[in-house]
């Protein structure tokens, strides 16, 4: 369920309660009777009901829209402080050291953080208002793999892991949205790193085959917290996770896991998780290898 339909039903819940209360309240100094007026005010507060839904659902699509539009117009003078923000570190390493290099540093991270938070509030609400498009393109996985690796280094390294990476023989050139699936592994491994400390993380890549078509099989596995059992039906959906969750303990907005299981859909694949509280998760997303355009 989403957030726009929990919020939607969550408001006509309390609409319903709140007009049945009011339509007790109006009775209790009468006895009810059953007539022919009674049943026109039960079908004028069904109907009322029925629009303040309607209405909600309205105004939640109103606002993904507005969002998902408002996209480029967040993100661009945001990615223009992180830019000039590396522009003054990289001058300032160059001349003479100064205390301006830790507040620039300071700036340059707080930026990074700020956009990934912008991006995933952002994903979430074109994804609900049906504008996430998948743009499938011929590419070297090994190419994504190594951007993947490179950006997630010093997550791997704030909690003294190790990352190795396997990718099996004959991965070689693959087609989908190399973009959507930077963002998948990078999730999944920077959420690995998030609850694995002194540990190791491991990438499999491989070929599968499901039924006579090939798929893809990323396998992304660590020796951390792991995740208890109660938690796992709901890890994959937007503000539905309890303060008690592991994902929860963790900084962020606890989107990157919706997000991916999203994306692995809008490119015709699937996520799935195995996790033991104490001892570990591992994450399996599998994608058509030669998937036809969406």
Same mark, same amino acid.
């Given at each position: ?8 039903? !969550? ?11 009011? !339509? ?37 699509? @109103?606002? /993904? ?22 522009? $003054? ?52 996985? /090994? ?35 190399? @973009?959507?699936?930077?963002?998948? $592994? ?8 998030? !609850? ?43 503000? @539905? ?13 606890? $989107? ?6 999203? !994306? ?22 599998? $994608? ?7």
């Amino acid at each position: 369920m989403t957030a726009q339909a929990l919020i939607v039903g !969550f408001g006509g819940l309390v609409l319903g309660i709140l007009l049945t209360a009011l !339509f007790v309240r109006r009775s209790s100094k009468t006895p009810p009777k059953i007539n022919s007026t009674n049943e026109v005010e039960l079908a004028a507060l069904a109907q009322a009901l029925k629009e303040a839904n309607l209405a909600v659902e309205s105004a939640q699509k @109103t606002k /993904s829209a507005f969002l998902a539009k408002m996209s480029h117009e967040l993100r661009t003078p945001l990615n223009a402080i992180i830019g000039y923000s590396e522009m $003054l570190i990289e001058e300032s390493c160059e001349a003479t050291p100064s205390t301006s290099l830790s507040d620039l540093q300071k700036i340059h991270g707080a930026g990074k953080d700020l956009l990934h938070l912008i991006n995933d509030i952002l994903d979430i609400a074109e994804i609900e208002s049906g504008e996430m498009k998948a743009h499938l393109e011929k590419f070297e996985l /090994s190419k994504v793999i190594r951007d993947v690796t490179s950006s997630v280094q010093p997550l791997v390294e704030k909690n003294k892991n190790r990352l190795e990476v396997e990718i099996l023989a004959g991965v070689g050139e693959v087609q989908s949205d190399p @973009t959507k699936l930077r963002r998948i $592994l990078s999730n999944l491994i920077g959420n690995a790193c998030k !609850f694995t400390e002194r540990g190791s993380i491991k990438l499999s890549v491989d070929i599968a085959d499901n039924t006579g078509s090939k798929y893809l099989k990323f396998t992304i596995s660590d020796n951390g917290r792991g995740i208890a059992p109660e938690m796992i039906g709901s890890l994959f959906k937007a503000f @539905t996770q309890a303060d008690q969750s592991p994902i929860r303990q963790g900084v962020g907005t606890a $989107l990157g896991l919706t997000i991916t299981h999203h !994306f692995c859909r809008l490119l015709g694949g699937e996520i799935t998780v195995k996790s033991t509280l104490g001892e570990g998760s591992t994450f399996i997303v599998t $994608l058509p290898f030669d998937p036809p355009n969406f």
